[in-house]
């Protein structure tokens, strides 16, 4: 395990102390969109619950309850509000950095893995038992996998109701569900609803896009983000890092769209992602925003895994507020966060791929593309390969030290999954012949999204603690644009 313990929410740590029911209810109050994702208010008397920033009427105190997810107000019987989406807000922070059991957890259901391999499957791959996954899931978060992956199954059918013409059947199956019965029964909870009645409750500038729109010919997204970012340099080093057949880079800077290829559990996508920001134009602070995405997948049923590896990928799911109150402290990053405020680390939307890119470098990167790379059934302008699997690479050049790695990340020596303990892939890495410690650091950081890692013979204080990654990132992005 990491030394670095990340709060949970049970500790509640935000920027303005807000360590009791008290001080959330002064943050719902104040419509603070900063506490979007870190808590959701719920109101006994209307039986909905919403986002700390929700425009509407704020309620008296006496019935407000507090969750700690989404998950866990719905389990007490309340339903999302219709105005502030409170199922759509943007990923807790906390579950993306913790290294505990309680986080590898939360990145492994939001990865899907437990609507493909069931709870079972989580706990293999956590190394606990159901039970004890179950319990302490529960204990941290008011809700167990079960739960916390239904209201994930809930939010993903709503975006395909609202942004494609599936047929309903299919909507259910491809958001997870085992039954048509099930789809509407958790719909109808969730959001007071029947499916057709949420389609047809999807605004009038959304429906043009929402009939031309299927897995195939591309599902429109908007990734939203907590609290300030700064997409140009994250489109910068995605830039000089592409990989000619898997990625491109097309556009002027502040302009920039990004497009890739990504091998999915049930198929392949082509994801987009546009560099220009967009804002809320109503409701709470008008803090935070979002990225436009599309989705080109094969299979529809890959859409909740492909969200989260860009976001992943972007870093949408950091809270900037901590970040940049704890570098700001520092004379030398304060005047780069001042410059720079939301400032975030890319990390990758496939760790095993970045782990392969980090250790050869991007000319030889390409070669195995070109050599060993899959050709796409339907090639998408200059996109036309995924990123060689590391089985094959291993069978294929199984010898120095990418044959080891390609070989370890085959046979599961080395795991680089979402729940993947960050120590035990550090460790796994660097028992590989020929394996240098700034690769495995690097591997740490952006594909395991580790806050806090730093290379070796990096100059990063315990005073930047835990928060290293992101001021090291600081450091680099000031000197590049020198």
């Given at each position: ?6 709060p949970g ?16 209810y ?30 509407a ?6 019935n ?38 309680v986080?590898?957890?939360?990145r ?27 319990r ?80 195939s ?6 990734l ?26 097309t556009?002027?800077p502040?302009?920039?769209r ?20 967009g804002?809320?134009g109503t ?76 250790l ?15 050709t796409?059934?339907a ?5 036309t390969h ?47 012949p ?36 992101y ?6 992005t ?5």
């Open positions: 395990m990491s030394d670095f313990r990340q929410p049970r500790d509640w740590r935000r920027l303005d102390g807000v360590k009791d029911d008290d001080s959330r002064e943050a719902v109050r104040g419509r603070d969109a900063r506490f979007d994702g870190a808590f959701f208010f719920a109101v006994v008397t209307t039986g909905i619950y919403c986002r700390p920033s929700c425009p009427r704020t309620p008296v105190r006496r407000v309850r507090f969750y700690a997810t989404a998950a866990a107000a719905q389990g007490s019987g309340f339903r999302a509000c219709r105005r502030c989406r409170p199922d759509a807000v943007p990923g807790s922070a906390d579950w993306n950095v913790r290294a505990d059991v986080g590898r957890a939360m492994l259901i939001a990865d899907g893995v437990v609507d493909r391999e069931g709870v079972a499957g989580l706990a293999t791959r956590l190394g606990y038992s159901a039970r004890q996954v179950q302490q899931l529960t204990a941290e978060l008011g809700a167990g996998p079960v739960a916390l992956a239904r209201a994930q199954r809930a939010h993903t059918a709503r975006i395909l109701l609202r942004t494609t013409g599936l047929p309903v059947t299919e909507v259910a199956f491809a958001a997870g569900f085992a039954s048509v019965r099930q789809f509407n029964d958790t719909v109808r909870a969730v959001y007071a609803a029947t499916p057709s009645a949420l389609r047809a409750a999807t605004p009038v500038r959304d429906q043009a896009a929402r009939r031309a729109a299927t897995p010919t591309g599902i429109p997204l908007r939203a983000h907590r609290g300030p970012y700064q997409p140009g340099p994250v489109f910068d080093l995605l830039q000089r890092e592409a990989l000619t057949g898997v990625e491109e880079v556009g002027p502040g302009r920039r990004y497009r890739r290829t990504l091998r999915l559990p049930y198929g392949t996508g082509i994801v987009t992602v546009d560099e220009r920001p804002r809320p409701g709470g602070t008008g803090t935070g925003g979002w990225l436009e995405a599309g989705l080109r997948l094969t299979d529809p049923r890959d859409l909740t895994t492909a969200v989260q590896r860009l976001r992943r990928l972007f870093d949408l799911d950091a809270d900037p507020y901590a970040v940049d109150e704890r570098l700001a402290a520092d004379p030398r990053l304060a005047p780069l966060v001042a410059a720079r405020p939301g400032l975030r680390p890319p990390g990758t939307a496939d760790p095993e791929e970045f782990a392969v890119r980090a050869v470098g991007r000319a030889e990167a390409e070669r195995l593309v070109r050599r060993y790379g899959t796409l059934d090639p998408c302008g200059t996109l995924l990123f060689p699997e590391p089985a094959v690479l291993a069978e294929a050049e199984p010898d120095g030290t990418a044959g080891a790695l390609t070989a370890a990340l085959a046979d599961g020596t080395v795991r680089l999954d979402p729940g993947a303990d960050r120590d035990d892939a550090e460790r796994a890495l660097l028992a590989l020929g394996m240098d410690p700034a690769t495995a650091a690097a591997v740490r950081a952006r594909g395991l999204g580790d806050p806090d890692a730093a290379a070796p013979g990096a100059h990063a204080p315990d005073t930047w603690r835990p928060w290293r990654s001021a090291l990132n600081h450091l680099r000031a000197r590049e644009s020198e």
